[in-house]
């Protein structure tokens, strides 16, 4: 799979955007970008993910770059409650297998008042 | 709707005990996953089922380590003769199949202390 970069920390205000880069600049062409979560003493917690086309859910947005080499996770109007570690993976693509997930260090995500 | 269940929460053995960790995933979903996180760790993936056979035993840390499925539903991952390095929390995710598009949902995993 490929390699993914993260800034180890951010801050957010509350009621502010949170936009989360990832770098996947050896992404191959069937690798999938996911975004999860983990708040302390819980199990992680799928966000969003996506191929090659910007995606939307109730929970965030994901902007991926047009090479494929980078993508955004946006949390519109961060809440104390999404102060976490936040992972971006990258899944191969459908082999006739399962792939497993490889989360790195993420980035921790403190959102202030 | 319910998630992906785990028990025990907490366990705390001693070294040397065999320990049994349950999951219970997503109503329908046939592809099942066990990982453990250590302390301060990433997770380390262990195996998966897709229904009740297991394709990829290659990331069980030792013979000691085993996990079954039975109907396609709950899976149970047996640690024998614990050691402390089995110290971690162990966490069972599931999906409704094994494709890459679909994503792993996780329960909140069983912390396992081996004194």
């Known amino acids: 799979d490929a390699k993914t970069t993260q800034p180890p920390s951010m801050d957010c205000a509350e009621g502010r955007a949170a936009n989360l880069p990832c770098n996947h600049s050896t992404i191959s062409g069937n690798e999938y970008v996911y975004w999860y979560r983990q708040i302390h003493s819980q199990g992680p917690q799928y966000i969003i993910h996506?191929?090659?086309n910007n995606e939307t859910n109730e929970m965030a947005s994901l902007i991926i770059t047009e090479d494929r080499k980078s993508s955004t996770l946006i949390l519109p109007h961060a809440t104390l409650r999404d102060t976490a570690v936040y992972y971006c993976?990258?899944?191969?693509?459908?082999?006739?297998?399962?792939?497993?997930?490889?989360f790195g260090t993420g980035t921790r995500l403190q959102v202030t008042l | 709707g319910a998630g992906v269940s785990q028990s025990p929460s907490n366990k705390v053995t001693e070294k040397g005990k065999d320990v049994e960790l349950r999951c219970d995933p997503i109503?329908?979903?046939?592809?099942l996953y066990w990982y453990r996180q250590s302390l301060g760790q990433g997770l380390e993936f262990l195996i998966y089922f897709q229904g009740n056979s297991a394709p990829d035993k290659s990331g069980l840390p030792s013979d000691r380590f085993s996990a079954e499925r039975t109907g396609g539903s709950v899976s149970t991952l047996t640690i024998q003769r614990t050691q402390q390095e089995d110290s971690a929390v162990y966490l069972c995710?599931?999906?409704?199949?094994?494709?890459?598009?679909?994503?792993?949902?996780f329960g909140d995993g069983t912390r396992l202390s081996i004194l």
């Open positions: 996506g191929l090659k």
């Open positions: 993976i990258v899944r191969v693509g459908n082999t006739g297998t399962a792939s497993k997930l490889t």
């Open positions: 109503s329908g979903h046939t592809a």
């Open positions: 995710a599931s999906s409704p199949t094994v494709l890459s598009n679909q994503p792993q949902h």
